[in-house]
């Protein structure tokens, strides 16, 4: 219990002791021992290590999961120290929603079958975000961390134990150089009695010994002072040395750091030419039909691509129904001028912007244009009209 309270007493006295010369320094009313220039430099590069780091190591999260809420969740299942749950990504939310329109269209059918292959590919690319993002945080984003909750910490402590060992050693030079101009002072006082026995002069020459008593007592402290000097400075400089060996570290930590940046490009590279690859897989399997068919209402006469369904050759290469042999009901539209309802037979990709691309077993409306090739009815589906062969058609009843 002795122990304990010298202790306390003897932290409280150097904790005050800091605070006064602290003050003494804010207010200009004592001298500051500076730090040497490669020092405060080391120190400024390890404080700008620290604000980039976290910046970057900030950013890449966000690049890595966009969604703040998820960063969140994730962030609180860290701080207890539990397991993240498994959910599916966007990606992944957007194949398994492919794949059931696809069996609910029917695996048989073209856009059936598109839907489930995009679907799938669509998976594979979640996959592959999920082993990107996981290989990311390991060996991206946990040597930042590890910096600036370990190493940095580290560093932080040590600069506070150095700021601490620089107040210790002004208060000391405070306190010597107060010693020896008080041993200065009593060197310069005569301790003799003055004459006359006047008692204005008794007076005087208590006052005067008090004083000299006073003084003397800042001159037996002039050594203790000196001793105490000695030992700050050598704390000081001890923990100077340990301080600036930590920060010379910086440099081994860029160098760390720049390998990890190199494994996190390669993850990049890596997860982007995965995903090209499984895209140009996609159209190989998309465009394995013999045709794929196009949007013929995007101006300029150009095409999007879309989904690869299996098509008839081109009107061109079926063979024509001679006038004489039409059918009765292609007679009566004919003669009519009016409309009909038709199915078509085969897949059709518009040659020009005038014509109408078809999908078999899809049902449009034709009617017959006067001055129309024979071959030819005008189609209507929705909003969109065109030139539609009548040899991809069969007229309803």
Known sequence: MEFNVRRLAADAGTFLSRAVQFTEEKFGQAEKTELDAHLETLLGRAESTKHWTEKIMKQTEVVLQPNPNVRMEEFLYEMLDKKVPTRANNHELLGECMIDSGHEFGPGTAYGSALIKCGETEKLLGSAEKEFIHSSAINFLTPFRNFIEGDFKTISK??????????????????????RAADARSAEL????????????????????????WLKLWAEEVQQAETELRIAQSEF???AEITRLLLEGIGSTHAHHLRCLNDFVDAQAAYYAQCYQYMVNLQKQ?????????NNNQPGGSSSASVSVPSAPPAASLPTLPPNQASPALNELRSTSGTRKARVLYDYDAASSSELSLLA?????????????????????GNQKGKVPITYLELLN
Do not use: C
């Not at 005569?190 to 008593?213: C, D, Q, T």
């Not at 998309?286 to 196009?294: A, E, I, K, Q, V």
């Open 286 to 294: 998309l465009g394995s039909f013999p045709s794929t068919f196009t």
């Open 361 to 381: 077993d899809e049902v449009i409306t034709v009617s017959s244009v006067p001055g129309m090739d024979s071959d030819w009815l005008m189609g209507q589906r």
């Open 158 to 179: 040590e600069r506070k134990l150095l700021q601490n060992k620089r107040l210790d050693l002004d208060a000391a030079k405070n306190r010597m150089k107060k010693a």
């Open 237 to 239: 400089d001890r923990q």
């Open 190 to 213: 005569n301790s003799s009695p003055p004459l006359g026995e006047e008692y204005v002069a008794h007076f005087s020459y208590m006052l005067s010994f008090l004083h000299v008593r």
